[in-house]
């Protein structure tokens, strides 16, 4: 691995209750550079015994870390925020060597990663309460907040510093305490955050990271009673699941899973522009994103302009390679299913009709590469008019009017993200609340922000992060109803 200017960054552990440890089985997992196929590091697997361990920790550290006022958890926060963008290339380089994405962008996502510590520290003094008009003279009503408690968290491989401080930025800041359990995939980019918190001065057993076993740590999680809080990004499968293993203890859940963004293109967009944030919407971390899109919807009018300016840019500003090599702005897929996937979603479509402008197959590099690819005339008869492709193939489907494409974009089980370019004002509104979406695009294909409440509706999930909404999913509500006597 490309040397880290701070070795100590590199840290094989897990984090519990301030101390760095192994497994008890003394399982490892080995890490491997999805660019290259060699090894990065090995972490140890942890499971059942240590996540509840974890959990121990968690819970005592509860008491005292939330009996701090609220700038005193802001400013230990912000420590952190200055430690990360202090160490942002290292950080950047031990995620491109574990997630592969190139060191540019992944220096972009710690950037992104600790905006999520800033912006909670900022919230966390901004925790109103309320009192409301008794309708008894002699009582008075007050609402308080107050933080939920331990939170289980468990985290995707495709952004493996966001998604945690997503969750953990807004966790502290209320008040919780928290056991990250990192994809197997990115835990080094995990561990290096933890061993960040913890010379921020961040206490013991607030902040916990396991690696290992997803079902026996997340069985752990959710089979505590102790754990108040579940907090997932990653599949709507998995998603699924975990929201079936929160009821036993009726745990409060935020779920953050798939997408089937679409990208519609009216005939009076700017279609320059459209190609634009085309290129932002679809190639970010090599369409590895839940924003991602995965279905543009382009007027038919306007179809084969569209086709042919999409395709110039992607010849032209789309390098595949490893993401330590300059100038690479496309880097591996994360494994060789992921490539699989792709392939058969292309080959799909091409049976079924589609007309193949560009790429089609995995990249002469070999490997987790995949060209760039650009399919057109798609129909809803493709599976990439249904799955999500998670990869670097932009597939256009017609569309006739408005309504059409309004019946388009929502005929999917996803509700994430969505995108359209229009400069018809009265058309921006209609659109915009026609789609059933947590989050539109409008003549925008980049939405994602620490101010903002990130989500999605339908089978992408449930509950918000960021923004002044994902402080309230650690936080409850208390209502004390004071009865001042005669
Ligand atoms: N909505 C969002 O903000 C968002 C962000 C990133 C990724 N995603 C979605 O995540 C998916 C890609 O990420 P992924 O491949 O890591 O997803 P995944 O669901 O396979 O894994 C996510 C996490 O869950 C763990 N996990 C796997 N099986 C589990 C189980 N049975 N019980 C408990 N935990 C389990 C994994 O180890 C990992 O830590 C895509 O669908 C993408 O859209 C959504
Ligand atoms: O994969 C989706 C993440 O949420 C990434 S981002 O927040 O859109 O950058």
Redesign the pocket.
């Known amino acids: 691995m490309e040397a880290l200017r701070e070795t100590q960054l590199y840290c094989p552990f897990a984090y519990i209750d301030g101390s760095w440890v192994a497994a008890d089985s003394g399982e490892q997992i080995n890490v491997t550079n999805p660019a290259t196929g060699e090894p990065v590091g090995d972490i140890p697997r942890l499971g059942r015994a240590e996540t509840e361990r974890a959990i121990e920790a968690a819970d005592a550290a509860l008491p005292a870390w939330r009996a701090l006022t609220a700038q005193e958890r802001a400013d230990l926060l912000l420590k952190w925020h200055d430690l990360m963008l202090e160490h942002k290339q290292d950080l950047a380089l031990l995620m491109t060597h574990e997630q592969g994405k190139p060191v540019k962008e992944a220096e972009g996502e710690i950037v992104y990663a600790a905006s999520f510590l800033r912006w909670f520290a900022e919230e966390a003094r901004r925790v109103y309460g309320e009192t409301i008009p008794a309708a008894n003279a002699n009582q008075r009503i007050v609402v308080t907040k107050q933080p939920v408690g331990v939170v289980g968290a468990?985290?995707?491989?495709?952004?493996p510093a966001a998604?945690i401080t997503?969750k953990a930025g807004a966790a502290l800041a209320a008040g919780c305490t928290i056991v990250v359990?990192?994809?197997?995939?990115t835990p080094f980019s995990a561990t290096a955050l933890a061993l960040l918190a913890e010379r921020a001065g961040i206490p013991r057993g607030v902040f916990n990271v396991v690696p290992g076993s997803?079902?026996d740590?997340?069985?752990a999680l959710t089979e505590s009673p102790k754990v108040r809080k579940i907090t997932?990004?990653?599949?709507?499968?998995?998603?699924r699941?975990?929201m079936a293993?929160a009821a036993e203890h009726i745990q409060k859940i935020s779920?953050?899973?798939?997408?089937n963004a679409p990208f519609i293109v009216f005939e009076d967009a700017d279609l320059d522009a459209a190609v634009e944030g085309a290129m932002a919407a679809k190639f970010r971390n090599a369409g590895?994103?839940?924003?991602c899109t995965n279905r543009f919807l382009v007027q038919s009018s306007v179809i084969n302009a569209f086709c042919e300016k999409l395709a110039v840019a992607m010849n032209s500003e789309l390098k595949v390679g490893d993401g330590t090599k300059p100038g690479v702005n496309i880097g591996p897929l994360?494994d060789e299913s992921a490539v699989k996937k792709v392939s058969e979603h292309v080959q799909d479509a091409v049976d079924h009709g589609a007309e193949l402008l560009l790429g089609g197959h995995p990249h002469p590099l070999g490997g987790n590469y995949f060209t760039p690819t650009l399919i057109s005339f798609a129909t809803d008869a493709m599976k990439v008019a249904h799955e999500?492709t998670?990869g670097p193939l932009a597939a256009v489907f017609p569309f006739d009017d408005e309504e059409t494409a309004i019946e388009m974009a929502n005929d999917t089980q996803y509700g994430?993200a969505s995108y359209f370019y229009s400069r018809d004002l009265a058309r921006v509104w209609r659109v915009a609340e026609a789609l059933e979406y947590g989050m539109v695009g409008i003549n925008t294909g980049l939405i994602s922000n620490a101010a903002a409440p990130?989500?999605?509706v339908k089978a992408?999930?449930l509950g918000r992060?960021g923004g002044h909404q994902g402080l309230e999913e650690y936080l409850e509500t208390k209502y004390l109803c004071i009865d001042l006597g005669k």
């Open positions: 468990i985290t995707p491989w495709n952004f998604m997503r359990k990192p994809a197997s995939q997803a079902s740590i997340a069985k997932f990004t990653g599949s709507t499968e998995v998603g699941k975990l293993q779920l953050e899973l798939g997408g590895q994103t839940c924003v994360i999500e998670f994430l990130f989500g999605g992408s999930g992060e």
